[in-house]
Nanobody
Framework: QVQLVESGGGLVQAGGSLRLSCAASGRTFSSYSMAWFRQAPGKEREFVAAISWSGVTGYTDSMKGRFTISRDNAKNTVYLQMNTMKPEDTAVYYC??????????????WGQGTQVTVSS
């Protein structure tokens, strides 16, 4: 069992940066792949980025170069650094733990989400 708590969301101007954190409880954090998904108003939840237990990363093409996922297994925390943000990045961002994939179905554990709003 893994519990996930996201933090770091908020309001930022276009072109700005935010870093999201996801703190995990449980002794087996390092064995899970972790991912970030997001859901904008009126849209389906979409994949943002994932990182395997060994540090392999993957991103949605539109976010490559702007977003960086990382993890600190000693702190049971995964991060999402978001740079050069755009209004279309506005969404609720969710952290998930599971098997390395860009599919929601591969992740068994989910956080409650953190709101990110980018103003133009």
């Amino acid at each position: 069992q893994v519990q996930l708590v996201e933090s770091g969301g908020g309001l930022v101007q276009a072109g700005g940066s935010l870093r999201l954190s996801c703190a995990a409880s449980g002794r087996t954090f390092s064995s899970y792949s972790m991912a970030w998904f997001r859901q904008a108003p009126g849209k389906e939840r979409e994949f943002v980025a994932a990182i395997s237990w060994s540090g392999v990363t993957g991103y949605t093409d539109s976010m490559k170069g702007r977003f960086t996922i990382s993890r600190d297994n000693a702190k049971n925390t995964v991060y999402l650094q978001m740079n050069t943000m755009k209004p279309e990045d506005t969404a609720v961002y969710y952290c998930a733990a599971g098997t390395y994939s860009n599919s929601q179905r591969s992740y068994a554990y989910w956080g409650q989400g953190t709101q990110v709003t980018v103003s133009s």
